[in-house]
C-alpha cells in the first residue's frame, strides 16, 4: 500500500505542476484509488488533484464536491470556492485533524480575517472550539467586542487551553474583566505557585478585592499578602507574612520573608502616618530574630533608636545590628563629606590654575565670619583655594585642602590706570596688490 501510495503521490505532483495533461481516464482512477482508500495521504493527493483542476477548468471544480465526499477534502473545496461557514463546518468534521491540518486551518482563518472585515463576527459560533485546537492562534484573532460573553466562550474550553489562551491575552494586554478573573481561578488550581508573581508583574488586570476572594478560597496562602497591600491593608499584609515565615522550616524560604516583609514596611512606610509606620516595623522586629541591616536602620526614621534597641529587638542579634549599622552608616556619611570637601577644593584649585588668575573674593571673611565688604573694614587678604580673610584677622596656616599657607604677606602696588593710546596723525590705508594665481592671471 505504501508503495502505491508513494506512486499516487508522484503523479499528483506531476499534475499539480503541469507536467501531465489532465486526461479525463487518469483522473477517474485516481478518483477511484482514493475513494477507496481513506487517510490523510490519500486526501491530500486528491486536493492536489482538485487544485490542477480549479486552475485549468473551474466549471469542473463544484461537481467534483461529491467525488470523494470526506471532510478533509471537502473543507478544503469550499474554502476554494469562498464558501466560509461551509469550510469551518466541514473541518470540524474531520475525525482526528493532524497538526498539519491545524497549521493550514488557522492560515486560512488568518488570512480571511486580515482582508473580511465580518470575518472574525463569522467566527464568533465556533470559537471555543477554535480555542481547544490552537489557543494562543486563536486569541491573536480573539475580538474586543467579545469582552461581555468571554465567560461564556471559556466555560466551553478545557482548562489547559483555556490557561493558554488567556496567557496569550495577558501577553498582548488584553486579559481583563471577566477573563482574568477565570484565568486566575485556573491558574490557582493548576499552578498556585505562580499566582503571586502574575499578580505582582501584572497590576490592575483584576480587582485587588476578587483577588483576594479567589486566593482565600482555593488557598494560595503566598499570594495572599500581595492582595492585601492592593487593597489597601498593610497590617493585614504583613501579619499574613508573618504568618508565612512562622509556618516555613526552610531557611532560604524565610530568609525571603522577612527580606519581603521589611520590603512591605519599607514601600507602606511614607505613604502613612508615622505612628501606623512605627506599629508595623515595631511588629515585625518582635516577630523575627534576624532583619537584614540596611532595611532595619530605615526603621530609625519612625522609631528612636532608644525604643528600637530596647523595647522592638527582643534579640540580642537584631539590637547588635541596628547598632552596628548606625554606626556603619555615620562612618559612611562622615566619609563621604570629608571626600567630597576635598574633591570640591581640589576641582577650585584646577579651575584657578586653568583660569591663571584669582577669582573675586565675595562672601565672609574665614576667620570671624563677617562680610568681607562690610563697612570699616580696612583690607581684605586672600588664602588659598578662594578663601579670603580681613586684614585684621588671623590666617589659618594650613587650608582645607591639605596645602600650606604661605607666612609672609606681599602687598602689590596698585596698577597704574590703563590709558587709550593716542590716536594716529593720519588716516593712511594700506592695500596690497592682488596676487596672480598658478596661471599669471589676476
Given at each position: 500500500?505504501?508503495?502505491?501510495?508513494?506512486?499516487l503521490?508522484?503523479?499528483?505532483?506531476?499534475?499539480?505542476?503541469?507536467?501531465?495533461?489532465?486526461?479525463?481516464?487518469?483522473?477517474?482512477n485516481?478518483?477511484?484509488?482514493?475513494?477507496?482508500?481513506?487517510?490523510?495521504?490519500?486526501?491530500?493527493?486528491w486536493?492536489?488533484?482538485l487544485?490542477?483542476?480549479r486552475?485549468?477548468?473551474p466549471?469542473?471544480?463544484?461537481?467534483?464536491?461529491?467525488?470523494?465526499?470526506?471532510?478533509?477534502v471537502?473543507?478544503?473545496?469550499?474554502?476554494?470556492?469562498?464558501?466560509?461557514e461551509?469550510a469551518?463546518?466541514?473541518?470540524f468534521n474531520?475525525p482526528?485533524?493532524?497538526?498539519?491540518?491545524?497549521?493550514?486551518?488557522?492560515?486560512?482563518?488568518?488570512?480571511?480575517?486580515?482582508?473580511?472585515?465580518?470575518a472574525?463576527?463569522?467566527?464568533?459560533?465556533?470559537?471555543?472550539?477554535?480555542?481547544?485546537?490552537?489557543?494562543?492562534?486563536?486569541?491573536?484573532?480573539?475580538?474586543?467586542?467579545?469582552?461581555?460573553?468571554?465567560?461564556?466562550?471559556?466555560?466551553?474550553?478545557?482548562?489547559?487551553?483555556?490557561?493558554?489562551?488567556?496567557?496569550?491575552?495577558?501577553?498582548?494586554?488584553?486579559?481583563?474583566?471577566?477573563?482574568a478573573?477565570?484565568y486566575l481561578?485556573?491558574?490557582?488550581?493548576?499552578?498556585?505557585k505562580?499566582?503571586?508573581?502574575?499578580?505582582?508583574?501584572?497590576?490592575?488586570?483584576?480587582?485587588?478585592?476578587?483577588?483576594?476572594?479567589?486566593?482565600?478560597?482555593v488557598?494560595?496562602?503566598?499570594?495572599?499578602?500581595?492582595?492585601?497591600?492592593a487593597?489597601?491593608?498593610?497590617?493585614?499584609a504583613?501579619?499574613?507574612?508573618?504568618?508565612?515565615?512562622?509556618?516555613?522550616?526552610?531557611?532560604?524560604d524565610?530568609?525571603?520573608?522577612?527580606?519581603?516583609?521589611s520590603?512591605?514596611?519599607?514601600?507602606?512606610?511614607?505613604?502613612v502616618?508615622?505612628?501606623?509606620?512605627?506599629?508595623?516595623?515595631?511588629?515585625?522586629?518582635?516577630?523575627?530574630?534576624?532583619v537584614?541591616?540596611?532595611?532595619?536602620?530605615?526603621?530609625?526614621?519612625?522609631?528612636?533608636?532608644?525604643?528600637?534597641?530596647?523595647?522592638?529587638?527582643?534579640?540580642?542579634?537584631?539590637?547588635?545590628?541596628?547598632?552596628?549599622?548606625?554606626?556603619?552608616r555615620?562612618?559612611?556619611?562622615?566619609g563621604a563629606?570629608?571626600?567630597?570637601?576635598?574633591?570640591?577644593?581640589?576641582?577650585?584649585?584646577?579651575?584657578?590654575?586653568?583660569?591663571?588668575?584669582?577669582?573675586?573674593?565675595?562672601?565672609?571673611?574665614?576667620?570671624?565670619?563677617?562680610?568681607?565688604?562690610?563697612?570699616?573694614?580696612?583690607?581684605?587678604?586672600?588664602?588659598?583655594?578662594?578663601?579670603?580673610?580681613?586684614?585684621?584677622?588671623?590666617?589659618?596656616?594650613?587650608?582645607?585642602?591639605?596645602?600650606?599657607a604661605?607666612a609672609?604677606?606681599?602687598?602689590?602696588?596698585?596698577?597704574?590706570?590703563?590709558r587709550?593710546?593716542?590716536?594716529?596723525?593720519?588716516?593712511?590705508?594700506?592695500?596690497?596688490?592682488?596676487r596672480?594665481?598658478?596661471?599669471?592671471v589676476?
Open positions: 500500500m505504501d508503495s502505491k501510495m508513494e506512486i503521490e508522484f503523479i499528483t505532483g506531476q499534475l499539480s505542476m503541469g507536467s501531465l495533461p489532465l486526461d479525463h481516464e487518469l483522473i477517474n485516481i478518483q477511484e484509488f482514493v475513494a477507496s482508500n481513506e487517510g490523510e495521504r490519500s486526501d491530500r493527493a486536493l492536489a488533484v487544485a490542477r483542476v486552475c485549468a477548468a466549471a469542473r471544480a463544484a461537481p467534483a464536491r461529491a467525488a470523494v465526499p470526506r471532510p478533509r471537502l473543507w478544503r473545496l469550499d474554502a476554494m470556492l469562498d464558501q466560509y461551509d469551518i463546518r466541514q473541518f474531520i482526528n485533524p493532524s497538526t498539519r491540518d491545524i497549521d493550514e486551518f488557522f492560515e486560512y482563518l488568518g488570512s480571511k480575517v486580515e482582508t473580511d472585515t465580518d472574525r463576527d463569522r467566527i464568533r459560533p465556533f470559537f471555543p472550539a477554535l480555542v481547544d485546537l490552537q489557543p494562543r492562534s486563536a486569541a491573536a484573532m480573539f475580538s474586543e467586542s467579545w469582552c461581555d460573553s468571554v465567560a461564556s466562550i471559556l466555560k466551553l474550553v478545557r482548562v489547559n487551553k483555556r490557561l493558554d489562551f488567556c496567557e496569550s491575552l495577558l501577553e498582548s494586554g488584553r486579559l481583563r474583566d471577566e477573563a478573573t477565570i481561578k485556573d491558574l490557582s488550581v493548576s499552578r498556585p505562580d499566582v503571586k508573581s502574575i499578580l505582582v508583574k501584572n497590576q490592575g488586570i483584576i480587582r485587588p478585592e476578587d483577588a483576594l476572594r479567589i486566593v482565600r478560597e488557598g494560595v496562602k503566598d499570594a495572599e499578602p500581595a492582595c492585601l497591600e487593597t489597601g491593608d498593610q497590617a493585614g504583613l501579619e499574613a507574612l508573618l504568618g508565612l515565615i512562622a509556618s516555613t522550616d526552610d531557611e532560604e524565610r530568609t525571603e520573608l522577612i527580606n519581603e516583609a520590603s512591605l514596611c519599607l514601600r507602606v512606610g511614607p505613604t502616618p508615622a505612628e501606623v509606620a512605627a506599629e508595623l516595623w515595631t511588629r515585625l522586629l518582635r516577630s523575627v530574630a534576624a537584614p541591616p540596611a532595611l532595619l536602620f530605615e526603621a530609625i526614621q519612625y522609631l528612636p533608636l532608644e525604643e528600637l534597641v530596647v523595647r522592638s529587638c527582643r534579640s540580642v542579634a537584631v539590637a547588635g545590628a541596628v547598632v552596628r549599622g548606625g554606626a556603619a555615620r562612618a559612611a556619611w562622615r563629606a570629608a571626600v567630597a570637601r576635598r574633591e570640591a577644593h581640589e576641582a577650585l584649585a584646577r579651575a584657578l590654575v586653568a583660569a591663571r588668575r584669582a577669582l573675586a573674593v565675595r562672601g565672609a571673611c574665614g576667620g570671624c565670619g563677617r562680610a568681607l565688604a562690610a563697612p570699616g573694614v580696612a583690607g581684605v587678604r586672600t588664602a588659598h583655594c578662594a578663601r579670603a580673610f580681613h586684614t585684621d584677622c588671623a590666617v589659618e596656616a594650613t587650608c582645607a585642602c591639605g596645602r600650606r604661605p609672609d604677606a606681599l602687598a602689590l602696588a596698585p596698577a597704574p590706570p590703563r587709550d593710546p593716542p590716536p594716529a596723525p593720519h588716516d593712511l590705508l594700506l592695500l596690497a596688490p592682488p596672480p594665481d598658478l596661471e599669471g589676476v
